[in-house]
């Protein structure tokens, strides 16, 4: 039973195309995240819904727009995508501010 | 922002080794998180301190939190090869829902 599940694993594409993560969690949480995480390994908060509404918009190009259809479900839109964008993008889900559950990443590579 | 150093950045020891890894602020925790994160996977807590001077132990990894709530050491005693992987502390912003994570420390244990 994955708690926390995004699709695709990977994701390659070029340069301009608009691409979207899924991501969804059967944890019952009421908060969910997304994240990248650069070559250098380093882990920043790009969004946070809670109940579906949008809680955290960190400074992050307006190319991407998350949407959350539903309190189990956060989707990432990316438009125009550039090389900069590639990444590793972590889904997340927590009970309010109780321990956050990650999902196993989108590795996304522009070239 | 508040900003968390973790030292070293990388880490390779041997087999029954023991280490020290640490994570220090420039401003004061509310509390302070400890993550796992193994190649492929999304990142796993470990343990969470809340009060200065409180130590945590989970089998061979002690965890502790300064007097003054600006660092924490993770401690690993006899350290195996399953405990490769990425370590990062993580606080969460007072009053948000923002997480923010620190730089890293990427561990090797040899056998």
């Known amino acids: 039973d994955t708690a926390v599940s995004q699709t695709p694993k990977y994701l390659v594409t070029q340069m301009g195309n608009d691409k979207s993560i899924k991501c969804e969690q059967n944890?019952?949480?009421?908060?969910m995240y997304w994240y990248k995480q650069d070559s250098k390994k380093f882990l920043k908060i790009m969004f946070s819904y809670n109940n579906k509404e949008l809680i955290i918009n960190e400074t992050v190009p307006n190319r991407f727009s998350p949407k959350s259809p539903d309190k189990a479900h956060l989707n990432l839109h990316i438009n125009s995508l550039e090389l900069g964008d590639s990444a590793v993008y972590f889904c997340?889900?927590?009970?309010?501010?109780?321990?956050?559950?990650f999902g196993p990443g989108t590795r996304l590579t522009v070239l | 922002t508040q900003l968390l150093e973790q030292s070293p950045q990388f880490l390779s020891i041997q087999e029954g080794e023991n280490l020290t890894v640490y994570c220090n602020s420039s401003?004061?925790?509310?509390?302070l998180q400890w993550y796992r994160q193994e190649p492929g996977e999304g990142p796993v807590l470990l343990v969470t301190?809340?009060?200065?001077?409180e130590v945590k132990k989970l089998k061979r990894l002690t965890f502790q939190f300064g007097d003054a709530r600006k660092d924490s050491s993770l401690h690993i005693t006899a350290a195996q090869p399953g405990d490769t992987g990425l370590y990062l502390c993580?606080?969460?912003?007072?009053?948000?829902?923002?997480?923010?994570f620190g730089t890293g420390t990427r561990l090797k244990v040899l056998a």
């Open positions: 301190v809340v009060t200065g001077g």
């Open positions: 997340a889900s927590s009970q309010s501010k109780d321990t956050q559950y």
């Open positions: 944890l019952g949480h009421d908060t």
């Open positions: 401003s004061v925790f509310s509390s």
């Open positions: 993580a606080e969460i912003s007072s009053g948000t829902y923002k997480y923010i």
